[in-house]
């Protein structure tokens, strides 16, 4: 393989369309303030770089990006990308990642806002993340150990799998289908409007009006903290260990909990709902 090594590069496209290549220790940064400096690469090795300029990695493809840093100054770093792995890298720039399939993120330090829209089969293991709207309308998921702190978080996702991460959060999964989260402390408000198909397992749920408006929602073993105003027009089968502070409007299914405050069920939506709603403990301890 053909290497790079120790090279300060600010030229437009410094390294376009490179192939079967060694990028190690280089900078891409200068005066000249060139854009899109590996464009359309292949099969390259890329390590120990630091990346300050615009749009570097687009349509690169059967790549490894290891033990870089992208700062804040490189926007819209990894675009069109295909089964591209990074591991130990810092990510600092807004739309780090979009539009990519068969993308993995390992140990990776992620400070991106609108992080991770439109991908197709995303992975990310042992990844912190700050951002504002991630994931928005990406198809097959896999997250596992992700620190995350964020506000619109996974709308319009799709076949997406959580596990043993700390999602802080606020309105996360609107409009999502088919997700499952494992092992996890979700805090948010307004989580999971208007889903299909979402699955909390031995989870912790914080925050305001929860999993309202959704069809097919389902947590097993699950605690809740601050949930008032839950569940309204949604189809749920929900097995709480704790207290709820109150359910509002349930449309069907059940909800067992330890103890609910208050079950709210207005006038005009007793005929429509047969949810099943059980308290285990009805006076709170």
């Not at 790079?4 to 192939?19: F, H, Q, S």
């Not at 591991?87 to 720039?93: I, K, P, Q, V």
């Not at 605690?223 to 027009?233: R, S, V």
């Not at 059940?254 to 709902?273: M, T």
Request: proline share 2%; charged share 30%.
């Amino acid at each position: 393989m053909k290497q790079y090594v120790n090279l300060v590069l600010d030229e437009e496209r410094a390294l376009y369309g490179l192939k079967n290549a060694e990028v190690r220790r280089c900078t891409f940064d200068g005066p000249a303030d060139g854009e899109s400096a590996l464009k359309e690469a292949r099969s390259l090795r890329v390590e120990d770089c630091d990346f300050r300029l615009r749009y570097p990695l687009w349509h690169v493809q059967d790549s490894t990006v290891t033990d870089c840093r992208l700062t804040d100054t490189c926007r819209a770093a990894l675009w069109y990308n295909k089964d591209l792995t990074l591991a130990r890298c810092s990510l600092g720039g807004i739309k780090a990642v979009r539009e990519g399939r068969g993308i993995t993120l390992e140990d990776c330090q992620i400070n991106s806002d609108e992080f991770g829209w439109k991908c197709r089969a995303l992975t990310l293991n042992r990844c912190s993340l700050v951002s504002e709207y991630p994931f928005l309308d990406s198809r097959d998921v896999e997250i596992n150990r992700l620190d995350m702190k964020a506000k619109y978080s996974f709308q319009y996702v799709k076949n997406l799998h959580i596990r043993h991460s700390v999602l802080d959060t606020k309105d996360a999964f609107w409009h999502s289908e088919n997700v499952t989260v494992e092992d996890s402390v979700v805090k948010g408000e307004y989580l999971g409007w208007y889903s299909k198909n979402l699955t909390f397992i031995n989870c912790k749920i914080i925050g305001t009006q929860p999993l309202c408006y959704a069809q097919n929602l389902t947590l097993k073993n699950c605690e809740m903290e601050g949930a008032d105003l839950a569940f309204e027009y949604s189809d749920v089968q929900a097995d709480v260990t704790t207290d709820i502070v109150s359910v509002k409007n349930p449309k069907s299914g059940f909800i067992r909990a330890k103890h609910i405050g208050e079950v709210i069920l207005d006038e005009h939506r007793l005929r429509g709902s047969n949810c099943e709603i059980t308290q285990l403990c009805p006076v709170a301890a």
